[in-house]
Structures are given as C-alpha cells and as structure tokens.
C-alpha cells in the first residue's frame, strides 16, 4: 500500500521551530517530485516547497524562502520540512504530496499522492 505520512505538527510560539517529518513507503519513490502544502482556514491550498527524490535540488515559495528548508533521507525513504522563524501567517495543514514528474511543477492537481496533513498553529 502506497502511503505518505506525515508527523511533527504542534502549537509554537512566534519566531519558533518546528521539524516536520514526511515517511513514504509502498513503492520506489526515486523519480518523484516531494512537494509540501499548506493550507489555512479558509484559503486554499498553497505551494510551500519541492525537493527532486533523486538529486535532491530544491524548489521554495517566495513567503517561506530562507525560513523553511526542505531535505530527505533516502535510506529512511523520509522527506522532511524544517521550519524556523515561523510566522502566525504559516498557521495551516501542512501536506506531503508526490508526483510521478520529471518536471517542476507547484500545482497541487499535479501531485497523486497526499498525506492526511499535519497540523501547525503559530501563537502570536
């Protein structure tokens, strides 16, 4: 069974961090695009960052570029998004997605594979 699961979510206060962690399992993930989305009440879903399984080159939102990092472990089959100097703005659902895709792409229609979401809330 092909899964994504995400974990690390929790309640942080402004300017704190958080380490959100993505497993993947149930196939070769070597040839995906690794997205994370975000979504807040609300809005809709919004592009936060990619990162290619095979090569590791990276793709940020304007909104988060210098503040989040994304990486992955291949021997862990894990994709992580480490979140520092977090805002109240980056409140939301946070979504692991892959796509079979040899191209960029920040459309969340162009990813197949969803996690159930993590949640992150930032207090002001």
């Known amino acids: 069974q092909v899964q994504l699961v995400e974990s690390g979510g929790g309640l942080v206060q402004t300017g704190g961090s958080l380490r959100l962690s993505c497993a993947a399992s149930g196939r070769t993930f070597s040839s995906y695009l690794m997205g994370w989305f975000r979504q807040a009440p609300g809005k809709e879903r919004e592009f936060v960052a990619a990162?290619?399984?095979?090569?590791?080159?990276?793709d940020y939102a304007d909104s988060v570029k210098g503040r989040f990092t994304i990486s992955r472990d291949n021997a862990k089959n894990t994709v992580y998004l480490q979140l520092e100097s977090l805002k109240f703005e980056d409140t939301g659902v946070y979504y692991c997605a892959a796509a079979r895709t040899l191209i960029w792409t920040r459309i969340h229609s162009a990813y197949a594979l969803w996690g159930q979401g993590t949640q992150v809330t930032v207090s002001s």
């Open positions: 990162i290619r399984w095979s090569g590791g080159n990276t």
